[in-house]
């Protein structure tokens, strides 16, 4: 099944991307089906986001789950991933 691109805006130094669904923005992980290594990756494009000075914000159908922004990570999608790696 082929899913729709999202919708992409920038603002100044922010870009964000709008998915029509949840499902849809887990797609951006799909690569990486290792818990650990999902957390690991996040955690490294927040601080290459942090060294190069650009916010990434993540929504679903308008309501933001994820924001990289200045070296912190925060949202309902990043609780889950960080979440599901301490499991494993």
């Known amino acids: 099944m082929t899913m729709s691109a999202p919708t992409v805006e ?4 922010r870009i964000i991307l709008d998915f029509e669904s949840m ?3 887990l797609r951006l ?16 494009l927040s601080e290459s986001l942090a060294a190069i000075g650009v916010a990434v914000e993540l929504r679903v159908k308008g309501r933001s789950v ?3 922004a ?13 979440g599901t790696a301490q499991a494993e």
Request: cysteine-free; overall charge positive.
């Open 29 to 44: 992980l799909a690569p990486w089906p290792n818990a650990g290594k999902r957390a690991d990756l996040t955690a490294r």
């Open 66 to 68: 994820a924001e990289f």
């Open 10 to 13: 920038a603002a100044g130094n």
């Open 23 to 25: 499902e849809a923005a």
């Open 70 to 82: 200045g070296g912190s990570m925060r949202g309902s999608l990043l609780s889950l991933i960080r």
